[in-house]
């Protein structure tokens, strides 16, 4: 990564890592944080430096959103659906229309997510309908898990135009008849601003929809990468914060190795392994970023690739975010800490897309030569 870049980034990651622990403990979303993000330019990185953006490469792109993990593992998912958006431009034939998105980004304008939905449908349709109404498109429905959408100035929104039609629309975040609510209540990544979002009669620019293609490409693989660089960024965080508590530690047992815990290589070896866990977490996401990088030659196998980092960064990290906990006594669980935040943040990361799936999509494939989906629903049997 250019150090001239990363430079311009780690002041701002560092405001961020220090406020991490009270956000945690007061479940404050991070808007001031996102707004320092957006005035430095970071959420257009990718964008093209003629539009106005860093023309960042996709390897510096997830270098530092793994720094910004390590600092918040809320942040990267938070701007996961903006990260995807820009991606979804920078992959269409230049155009006017895809010139004035990114300059909007150029500009400090975000992305948010209304995807996911909790009511009752089956896979691969939606109860959310864009329809026409005296003349005008407009959106109705209620979408949930809308991960970023209260950082957002637009909003990203998967919607059904006809029976089994799914289409994406965009619309600005303060359009009228959308409410908003902060209602995520997972016990980890707990201000990602994940929550409620209702559209009623949401009028639609027609020019802002377009179909919602499940067909190969990237895009899965990249919004999984973007999970995992939140991953990676919580085993830094927990090996920081291991060495840290180890380092100005004092106490120790009668029957420890050592007087003082920084010199007992029974902790050293723990504080070691939490770190290793770490490097391999961070050397397979950049394996599998580089894949994706590939995938306009072979999408079949960066969807894999990803899917198998997934596996193995998951099991890395959970292990790496509980071992931690070995290198001292009660203090260690002390509330003040919040170093629990890890696993629960790392457990909370690791049931997006669910690891069972994922690892027997990679047995498949290796046993049956099998494609790996693309497009991700969720529903209920007919």
């Given at each position: 990564?250019?150090?001239?870049?990363?430079?311009?980034?780690?002041?701002?990651?560092?405001?961020?890592?220090?406020?991490?622990?009270?956000?945690?403990?007061?479940?404050?979303?991070?808007?001031?944080?996102?707004?320092?993000?957006?005035?430095?330019?970071?959420?257009?990185?990718?964008?093209?430096?003629?539009?106005?953006?860093?023309?960042?490469?996709?390897?510096?792109?997830?270098?530092?959103?793994?720094?910004?993990?390590?600092?918040?593992?809320?942040?990267?998912?938070?701007?996961?659906?903006?990260?995807?958006?820009?991606?979804?431009?920078?992959?269409?034939?230049?155009?006017?229309?895809?010139?004035?998105?990114?300059?909007?980004?150029?500009?400090?304008?975000?992305?948010?997510?209304?995807?996911?939905?909790?009511?009752?449908?089956?896979?691969?349709?939606?109860?959310t309908r864009l329809s026409e109404q005296d003349g005008r498109l407009v959106l109705n429905?209620?979408?949930?898990?809308?991960?970023?959408?209260?950082?957002?100035?637009?909003?990203?929104?998967r919607a059904e135009r006809a029976p089994g039609e799914l289409v994406v629309a965009r619309?600005?975040?303060?359009?009228?008849?959308?409410?908003?609510?902060?209602?995520?209540?997972?016990?980890?990544?707990?201000?990602?601003?994940?929550?409620?979002?209702?559209?009623?009669?949401?009028?639609?620019?027609?020019?802002?929809?377009?179909?919602?293609?499940?067909?190969?490409?990237?895009?899965?693989?990249?919004?999984?990468?973007?999970?995992?660089?939140?991953?990676?960024?919580?085993?830094?965080?927990?090996?920081?914060?291991?060495?840290?508590?180890?380092?100005?530690?004092?106490?120790?047992?009668?029957?420890?190795?050592?007087?003082?815990?920084?010199?007992?290589?029974?902790?050293?070896?723990?504080?070691?392994?939490?770190?290793?866990?770490?490097?391999?977490?961070?050397?397979?996401?950049?394996?599998?970023?580089?894949?994706?990088?590939?995938?306009?030659?072979?999408?079949?196998?960066?969807?894999?690739?990803?899917?198998?980092?997934?596996?193995?960064?998951?099991?890395?990290?959970?292990?790496?975010?509980?071992?931690?906990?070995?290198?001292?006594g009660a203090s260690v669980v002390s509330e003040s800490r919040r170093l629990d935040r890890?696993?629960?943040?790392?457990?909370?990361?690791?049931?997006?897309?669910?690891?069972?799936?994922?690892?027997?999509?990679?047995?498949?494939?290796?046993?049956?030569?099998?494609?790996?989906?693309?497009?991700?629903?969720?529903?209920?049997?007919?």
């Amino acid at each position: 990564m250019p150090t001239d870049l990363a430079a311009k980034f780690r002041p701002v990651f560092e405001r961020i890592a220090e406020g991490a622990v009270d956000r945690e403990q007061q479940r404050r979303l991070p808007h001031e944080e996102v707004g320092w993000l957006r005035a430095s330019g970071f959420g257009a990185l990718r964008v093209p430096q003629h539009l106005g953006g860093a023309g960042a490469g996709l390897d510096e792109l997830f270098g530092l959103l793994v720094e910004l993990g390590e600092a918040d593992s809320n942040l990267p998912q938070a701007l996961r659906p903006h990260v995807l958006f820009v991606e979804e431009q920078l992959r269409q034939p230049p155009s006017t229309a895809r010139d004035e998105w990114l300059r909007l980004v150029a500009g400090g304008a975000l992305v948010g997510n209304a995807i996911s939905e909790r009511g009752s449908h089956e896979v691969g349709r939606l109860n959310t309908r864009l329809s026409e109404q005296d003349g005008r498109l407009v959106l109705n429905g209620t979408k949930y898990y809308s991960t970023g959408s209260l950082f957002a100035d637009w909003l990203t929104v998967r919607a059904e135009r006809a029976p089994g039609e799914l289409v994406v629309a965009r619309v600005p975040a303060e359009a009228a008849g959308i409410v908003q609510h902060d209602d995520w209540d997972g016990f980890g990544q707990r201000t990602t601003a994940s929550g409620t979002v209702e559209f009623t009669d949401v009028e639609v620019d027609p020019a802002h929809v377009v179909p919602w293609d499940p067909g190969p490409g990237p895009h899965t693989a990249l919004a999984q990468l973007v999970l995992l660089a939140s991953l990676v960024g919580v085993a830094r965080a927990a090996a920081r914060d291991a060495t840290r508590f180890v380092q100005q530690r004092n106490r120790s047992y009668s029957h420890a190795s050592a007087p003082l815990p920084k010199d007992d290589p029974l902790v050293q070896q723990v504080v070691g392994k939490v770190h290793s866990a770490a490097f391999a977490a961070q050397a397979t996401l950049e394996a599998a970023v580089a894949s994706v990088g590939r995938a306009q030659d072979d999408v079949i196998t960066a969807e894999n690739d990803v899917a198998k980092a997934q596996v193995a960064i998951a099991d890395t990290v959970l292990r790496a975010a509980a071992e931690l906990f070995e290198v001292g006594g009660a203090s260690v669980v002390s509330e003040s800490r919040r170093l629990d935040r890890h696993w629960r943040n790392a457990r909370t990361l690791t049931v997006h897309n669910p690891l069972i799936y994922k690892s027997r999509a990679v047995g498949d494939h290796a046993i049956n030569d099998a494609l790996p989906v693309f497009g991700w629903t969720t529903g209920a049997p007919a």
